[in-house]
């Protein structure tokens, strides 16, 4: 039988009946539909994740290892609440994914300057690292369907893939930008270039949905670091000199005005989540 990796929108009877294994809190899909709104709040989620990290690494004065303990916690405390309710919440999901973003800068930072392992090789080890976990994933689901994340261990699935796809994105743009040295704005445009011909070779070339989306997924984690040092960098270091503080605070604002709106449209819901599910 072919398997299943579609991304294609599921019939009104998948929606409304609950995934095989799902318990009555898990009637509906978990994560937002895959919008235009979905990738800008996402390139803004990966600029307050590289901006953030370097804020609380240079202020906080715990250091980058207590930096990165505070920020798990945080991360895990979100998650907590992420798999407790029993839909998709668009703040909720976005804080998870926003702490996501700096832990896992701080978790390739850590290795990087904390033990000095060379990004060559971390960047191997991320990419083995989803490889694995989308393996696990398809082997336990039979499917990578992000419109079927709708247990428990569904969305364990997807939050450690999204894990590694911040930690893999950060390691690879810093290697590229390291041994490339093309500057943040030529950085950026490559990333975006990368972006386009994989849209590209979904709509023209047949690419497979599901892992068009996990590759953009992982690209627009560099392009959102080179855009945010672009701003945050001193002029001297080819930035705007903005500062993480102003630059943080900035895109936070962006993304907490998104996310208000995409709560009260509710246009990134998928199917008919947007109706109270039945317990039992």
């Not at 990738?39 to 990165?68: F, H, P, Q, R, Y």
């Not at 926003?98 to 850590?110: E, F, H, Q, Y």
């Amino acid at each position: 039988m072919t398997p299943e990796i579609s991304e294609t929108a599921e019939t009104l009877a998948t929606h409304t009946a609950p995934a095989p294994g799902a318990g009555p809190g898990r009637r509906w899909n978990k994560v937002p539909e895959v919008t235009v709104y979905f990738w800008v709040i996402k390139v803004l989620c990966t600029t307050v994740g590289e901006t953030a990290a370097d804020l609380l690494n240079g202020n906080l004065g715990l250091g980058l290892s207590g930096v990165s303990l505070l920020m798990s916690a945080l991360l895990v405390v979100a998650l907590v609440v992420q798999f407790r309710v029993r839909a998709y919440r668009p703040g909720l999901y976005w804080l998870v994914v926003a702490l996501v973003s700096v832990v896992g800068t701080l978790i390739t930072d850590n290795l990087t300057d904390g033990l000095g392992v060379p990004l060559p090789v971390s960047t191997v080890v991320f990419a083995a690292a989803l490889v694995g976990v989308f393996a696990v994933w398809y082997r336990s689901e039979r499917t990578l369907s992000i419109h079927h994340v709708d247990t428990a261990r569904r969305e364990a699935f997807y939050w450690a893939a999204v894990l590694c796809t911040f930690a893999l994105g950060t390691a690879a743009g810093d290697l590229v930008a390291e041994r490339m040295a093309l500057g943040y704005w030529l950085s950026a445009g490559l990333f975006a270039l990368a972006i386009a011909a994989v849209a590209v070779a979904h709509r023209a070339l047949g690419l497979d949905a599901v892992w068009s989306f996990w590759i953009a997924y992982v690209l627009t984690r560099p392009l959102g670091a080179s855009v945010g040092d672009y701003l945050s960098q001193p002029a001297a270091d080819g930035g705007l000199g903005m500062g993480t503080v102003a630059t943080s605070g900035l895109f936070l604002a962006v993304i907490t005005g998104l996310v208000v709106f995409l709560t009260v449209t509710r246009r990134d819901v998928t199917g008919r989540e947007g109706l109270t599910p039945q317990a039992g």
